[in-house]
């Protein structure tokens, strides 16, 4: 496979394809997605990694994310340090877990993290009413946005503390049948 | 830090823990063989693994995690250290290195071998798994050579060698393999746009394509091309020329066009096929090779169909029909990633505001059934409706296929009456799913359940007119049978008077052989049936196109530019633009690849047409969908119905089965075309070659097998295994259910438990706190206490004395004994039971004395 790419090393690539679930071709191709995002700043050499970071508001602006409600918590999640900002490596990150290929653990640890959107490693009923009202756009009145977030604690709070735990919301989410369809991007 | 990494670390700590103990104990061992220089390290181990365990009680977990972290590290330097000084002391003596220790080295590769193949699963930072993946690496790469002895050693070495470029091979073939994968872009386009359930349709067009490139190669490479290279020439034999009277408009377009002269005598179609049993210099047996191909057409669909089932059953063994998460689910599993495109994200938050909202009124009011008669009535007015529709339909079709064989024996007519069938079937299967949509708009069913009856009827209509049709197709085929056997003697009696009369002129010549254009033919029923099929497939084929053209495309041109000058919003009102038919278009496919199954046997160029017609229609339909289609305004999930499509599509390949199996099993093949003329049966053919080819011992044994008095213990085995088979599974399925139940009671027990637990504890602390002053007046408390306990009467009848013991046996010590109740609550698991059943009345209640008043008690009632 000699091809003379001289973006990484080839150690490089095989370390990313241990580290994601990308073929050597992807992810060429998402490097060069991410370089069309800001091909002024991102150099075409990365052998000597290059600590190199696009602001949110060009990764929210790929095609692939810019009409998902949850963009900003995706970025953010993946980001180093929370603020949205990505390196490549946030980058493959993200759709590494986003991939068809990860497993459903991971990707379930992940959509936690992205509907957990203060941090507090629950999802409380503040989180529901904020992914209810991004999912349509608050056309619900506040007294269904409550019951909503209300029956969702009730059916998935399997320990009863109100809010939603890691544990919770993976039996939540192990059983439903459309997870793995949903929430993949493809790129 | 967060948590999952914490929990990834904690894993990798307790594989960590597993070694260092297993290590202990082979240090014991060690010590026993007074091996000195390991006692410092065995030190040191101990020392650490007793924090370790302390850090495990521990409850703080910021503290935990860097010290696990730092320990971690600390082990691994550690580990190194101590395999280093053993690589060293292996370098000056080998055969002091145990076998314990290599062990050891050994598993501690392997653990660091599947941490760097799991890496990817690791929910950490990129950098992170980087690190952590060439600290991995390089502790592989040094001691793999440790490992081993002598020639041993090399040996390993080789074989890490080996597999390290077998790793790579393995990688470089993925690449190659993802690589090979036609169509990912477009498809990933369209599935932005239109979301996974359109995209789904174009997945599966693709699996068909593949299927049928298979199927292609199978019966081009084994039964076209060695009859093109190596059999006899066109114009050879009869059965290769076109005869006389046809010959002048041989090469027209309208005959070409109807599959009839050059190409009904071409390879494309059974007749052509010569009946010689070995062809060529390579000795290739060609009637075998056709009937063997045949079958594995056959089994090769079968199977692979139903791989995929298995697979697609394996995939969504998760997903069950439980209701218990239906906000849930919908909260967090409706958005679809995919999409990519400002109007299907707008459908889609206006669909899943419609689904919440429709949840929500289903949730309050969960019955609301206004007048079951009137729906009832409705339903079955719609369904004889249908049912009248259908055999409306199934007798246009007989009737037409009967009026097109008296066509066929007239001569000079019309294009119209030559193509009556086709054009008919199509115009049903243009005309008719939307007639039943509008009457199953008077049954009122839910949509995904209206979906799955809306198939089915389109499934029975398709079914019922490809079974007329075979029907009446079969009646020609007993018409052709006896208009053959005229036609043998009259053949047979043209050549031995062709043979007498050159005989009768000259004796000492040999005659001049016949022109195989003049010789007369049978009907040769096989070519005619494959032509049929080839003429439906063709016409399915443009009538599907010419529909997306007029239906999408030009109605979608016209909404888009007379639009600037109409009276009516046209983009919004009533033409609009057309949605994409996944049903419609998924079903067409299943039934065109029906036809093939069944026309592939008789024409074998059929698989090539289909072929071509997948390829194109990606391209087409694609391109369609992008500039002619809306999004669905209700997007269904296609991930649940994929199956279902599968299913059907075994069906039809089953039901494609039949028809070919009886004309191969009992119908005798035409005496003069094809493969197995001459022969009494078709399958004639497997006796001849394994007669002919095989040691007689063969001969014996397959005659044997073939015995009926072997077949049907055969079958019989076969169904009682598929008895028990099924009888297993559902017990699996019983278990399986119960599991389920019990998971669900223990969750809810739980749940009332801590329920129970945070409502009861104040409640509990004011009767402490009024238990230790004094003790006063009974009733209200007692009463309370009983019900308290009694109502879910019937759940714990050991406990209740229990409790009451403890409260009764001390009951000044209320702080011990409420340190027994917390678990008791369980039992409080009915609010209403606490209204409607009373307690028991005269029981005696030896705990009631000691408890007072409690004022708590209003407050905590009410909880329940």
Known sequence: ????????????????????????????????????????????????????????????SMPELKDNPFRQRIAEVFSEHGDGNMTLDDFLDMFSVLSEMAPRDLKAYYAFKIYDFNNDDYICKSDLEKTVNKLTRNELTPEEVSLVCEKVIYEADVDNDGKLSLEDFQHMIVRAPDFLSTFHIRI | EDKGEDESKEEDNGSQ??????????????????????????????????PTKDQKESENKEKKTTKRGKEGENKQKKDRKNSTSSASSNSSDEESLSEEELAMLKEQVEQKKKLISTMRNKPWRMVKKLSVLREAQDFVEKFEGALGKGKGKKLYAYKMMMAKKWVKFKRDFENFKTQCIPWEMKIKEVESHFGSSVASYFIFLRWMYGVNLVLFGLIFGLVIIPEVLMGMPYGSMPRKTVPRAEQATAMDFSVLWDFEGYIKYSALFYGYYNNQRTIGWLKYRLPMAYFMVGISVFGYSLMVVIRSMARNANESTADG???????????????????????????????????????????????????????????????????????????????????????????????????EVEIVMSLLGMFCPPLFETIAALENYHPRIGLKWQLGRIFALFLGNLYTFLLALMDDVNEKLAEEDVVKNITHWTLLGHHNSSAGNDSTVTPPPLDPADVPRGPCWETTVGIEFVRLTVSDILVTYITILVGDFIRACFVRFVNYCWCWDLEAGFPSYAEFDISGNVLGLIFNQGMIWMGSFYAPGLVGINVLRLLTSMYFQCWAVMSSNVPHER?????????????????????????????????????????FSGKKRMYDVIQETIELDFPLFVAKIFSYVANPGLII??????????????????AYQRANAELKKKMQMQREEEKNKRNNKASTNPMLQDLEDLLTPS??????????????????????????????????????????????????????????????????????????????????????QPCY
């Open chain 1, 1 to 60: 496979m000699g091809n003379k790419q001289t973006i990484f090393t080839q150690e490089q690539l095989d370390a990313y394809q241990d580290c994601t679930f990308f073929t050597r071709k992807e992810i060429l191709r998402l490097f060069y997605r991410y370089r069309d995002l800001a091909p002024q700043l991102v150099p075409l050499d990365y052998t000597n990694k290059p600590a190199v970071t696009l602001p949110y508001e060009l990764i929210g």
């Open chain 2, 17 to 50: 823990q597993n070694r260092a103990s297993r290590r202990k104990n082979y240090q014991r061992k060690n010590r026993d063989g007074k091996k000195a220089r390991e006692e410092g390290s065995q030190k040191k181990d101990r020392g650490k693994t007793a």
């Open chain 2, 321 to 419: 029909d439980d209701d218990n998460f239906i906000f849930s689910w919908k909260m967090f599993t409706s958005w679809d990633y995919l999409i990519g495109n400002p109007e299907t994200a707008d459908n889609k938050f206006a669909s899943i505001t419609t689904s919440f909202k429709e949840s929500i009124v289903d949730e309050q009011e969960s019955n609301k059934d206004e007048n079951i008669h009137l729906r009832r009535f409705l339903r079955v007015l719609a369904n004889v409706l249908i049912i009248c529709c259908l055999c409306g339909s199934g007798y246009l079709i007989y009737f037409v296929v009967k009026r097109s064989q008296t066509f066929s024996k007239m001569q000079n007519v019309g294009w119209y009456e030559r193509n």
């Open chain 2, 635 to 675: 997007v269904f999930k296609a991930s649940k119905s994929n199956n279902f499509y599968m299913g059907l599509l075994l069906l039809i390949l089953f039901l494609s089965l039949l028809p070919v199996a009886y004309t191969i099993m009992s119908l005798p093949p035409s005496f003069d075309c094809g493969p």
């Open chain 2, 713 to 730: 213990p055969a079958i019989l085995l076969m169904v009682l295994a598929i008895y028990y088979l099924n009888a297993v599974s559902e």
């Open chain 2, 775 to 860: 003790t006063k007046t009974e009733s209200p408390p007692k009463q309370t206490e009983d019900k308290k306990i009694e109502s879910p009467n019937g759940t714990s009848p050991v406990r209740k004395p229990g409790r009451g013991e403890v409260l009764d046996g001390s009951p000044m010590a209320g702080g011990r004994g409420a340190a027994f109740i917390p678990p008791s609550p369980v039992f409080v698991t009915q609010p209403r039971t606490l209204g409607v059943r009373a307690p028991y009345p005269g029981q005696p209640r030896p705990w009631g004395h000691p408890l007072g008043p409690v004022p708590g008690r209003g407050r905590g």
